[in-house]
């Protein structure tokens, strides 16, 4: 099977999902990135719309990484425009990461120090001083149930609490775009469960948008929106009922089998 | 987990994000970048021992056995004989740089590579602003080096003038920004890690030993006229030069035009070449491989 029968296979925008994303909070239009001859992402294009949780769904070696290391701005934009808000994250880079906060799929976060220091650090490359980011970060330890590990090092917190520290982190400087790559990877169930609720929680709280690459359907839900990734092509974007109502599925399991398993034939980029 | 959201906790707004930073953010930016570089290096101990061992060895050791061997004539800027363990001292301080400077710019490749640096390059500010700070946080490292190294050779005598110890501040400073920002360049050309020990091999121990930090040029010349020229060209005999001058409160001018001039090259150089894509990780496709 070709990309021309792959894109056959892609299932319709919904409409009542792109008439709400009229202002996206990140829309990435037509982005395209090779490694060399190896085609990583082909024009990708979805929108992510205000206080939704959005979930990048893709096997291993779908483009997720690389398609979060060009809307952080690690990698330049080869083809293509994203947007955050209005910012333009190639032309107005500075403007668009202050907006935006970050959970990478690796560790970040720096052993040696202490989780107070790494959020100190981290809110100074923010321009946030000590004075203002230690009561912050306080709080914010607070609510991810880590107040009593404040001057602990790293090194001493576990797999769950390491990535509880990373999203507190992400969240110091008030961001109104969260978005995370594979962060419960690793994890136990519990430590996953707590992960997800708590950044569900976030978006009722902040009103923030959230975008949540993962390549484990049970943390789909029903009332998310979906960017199926396959292959660094988009195959599948909208509402998850809208998705798995196009593809003909019951599930958003099998709407997912359906829609990859097509495109096993195409050559990887791995 | 709590869910109860403070005030001060709600989103940035757009105007706030247009904002451009003021000067104080800058300069907490890069005090949070220096300190941070600081703190990682007084936790590791063992890099600390052996950033001072390494000085040490040469300056008790290499010196004393080559002390009757290597005669020393009076040259700028010294007033009269001197031992050879405080005509090697200044090449020393510029070693512990040399070493720094290379560390440092493996620590950026072991970052780039597994995603630490990542912190950094996200932050909103200006790439080349987080370059540069990360560059002076090194050098900021070098100087606890040199001063530690400093203090433990006053113990056997050897040392400048006591006003030295502040007039060299300034060209420890520069000769810390040219040789971190080489390393930062070599850093960013380099593919992978496993390029690195061929850079101590071929950049390192080439820029020490063709240099004056061992003895002066005029033997060097007698010896052989090309060995000289190599010498006189090569940065880090410069870099020796304007710290030797500045332990006696002095200022060599041509080495402090060269050093400045290289300093100045090997930033832009470093700023244009680094590209987070670059390296092990990327080439292999990273984000495909990694999901």
């Known amino acids: 099977m070709g990309r021309n029968d792959h894109e056959a296979m892609r299932c319709e925008l919904d409409p009542s999902i792109s008439q709400s994303m009229t202002t996206p909070m990140l829309s990435v239009e037509a982005v395209s990135h090779s490694y060399g001859t190896r085609r990583a992402l082909d024009n990708v294009t979805f929108a992510v719309a205000p206080a939704t949780f959005a979930v990048l769904l893709g096997l291993n070696g779908a483009g997720k990484s690389t398609l979060y290391s060009l809307i952080t701005r690690l990698y330049g934009t080869q083809q293509g425009r994203i947007r955050i808000l209005d910012f333009d994250v190639a032309r107005a880079s500075g403007e668009a990461l202050r907006t935006l906060g970050v959970v990478f799929q690796s560790r970040t976060l720096d052993l040696d120090l202490t989780v107070m220091q790494n959020l100190i650090y981290d809110a100074a490359l923010h321009g946030i001083g000590k004075r203002e980011a230690s009561p912050l970060a306080e709080e914010m330890l607070a609510r991810i149930a880590l107040h009593d590990r404040v001057h602990d090092k790293v090194r001493s917190l576990s797999g769950g609490q390491m990535r509880r520290v990373e999203i507190a982190r992400a969240l110091l400087h008030r961001p109104r775009l969260l978005v995370l790559d594979e962060p419960t990877v690793g994890l136990d169930i519990k430590s996953r469960a707590d992960i997800l609720q708590y950044v569900r929680q976030l978006i009722v709280e902040r009103s923030i948008s959230v975008l949540w690459a993962t390549h484990l359907i049970d943390e789909v839900d029903e009332t998310d929106h979906i960017v199926v990734l396959h292959h660094g092509q988009v195959l599948a974007q909208g509402l998850v009922s809208s998705v798995v109502h196009e593809c003909g599925a019951k599930t958003v399991g099998d709407a997912f089998m359906r829609l990859t398993s097509s495109g096993d034939s195409i050559g990887g980029a791995e | ?291």
């Not at chain 2, 946080?137 to 190294?149: H, K, M």
């Open chain 2, 1 to 291: 987990m709590n869910t109860a959201v403070s005030e001060r906790h709600k989103v940035i707004s757009v105007g706030e994000a247009k904002r451009r930073f003021s000067l104080r953010q800058f300069a907490v930016c890069l005090q949070g970048i220096v300190w941070r570089e600081s703190l990682r290096f007084l936790h590791q101990r063992e890099r600390f021992i052996s950033a001072l061992v390494r000085p040490l060895v040469w300056l008790f050791i290499f010196a004393a056995g080559f002390r009757q061997v290597l005669g020393v004539s009076i040259i700028p800027p010294y007033q009269t004989y001197i031992l050879y363990a405080e005509y090697i001292t200044p090449g020393l301080i510029a070693m512990i740089q040399l070493f720094n400077g290379m560390q440092s710019s493996l620590s950026m490749v072991y970052d780039r590579e597994m995603g630490n640096m990542r912190t950094l390059l996200v932050s909103p500010f200006p790439r080349w602003y987080l370059l540069c700070a990360k560059l002076l946080a090194g050098t900021a490292v070098s100087l606890l080096q040199v001063y530690a190294f400093l203090l433990i050779a006053r113990f056997w005598d050897i040392g400048p003038p006591p006003l030295g110890y502040l007039f060299v501040l300034p060209a420890l400073v520069l000769s810390g920004l040219m040789l971190g920002a080489l390393g930062m360049l070599i850093s960013s050309v380099i593919k992978q890690l496993e390029n690195f020990a061929g850079v101590m091999n071929f950049v390192i121990f080439p820029m020490f030993f063709a240099s004056s930090a061992l003895y002066p040029l005029w033997q060097v010349r007698e010896g052989s006229p090309f060995l000289y020229y190599v010498c006189k060209f090569n940065p880090f005999t410069h870099a020796v030069e304007l710290i030797r001058f500045a332990l006696y409160a002095e200022v060599n001018w041509v080495s402090l035009a060269v050093t400045s001039g290289c300093t100045a090259l090997f930033i832009l150089g470093a700023i244009l070449a680094y590209d987070p894509s670059r390296g092990f990780l990327a080439r292999r496709g990273e984000g495909v491989g990694a999901g």
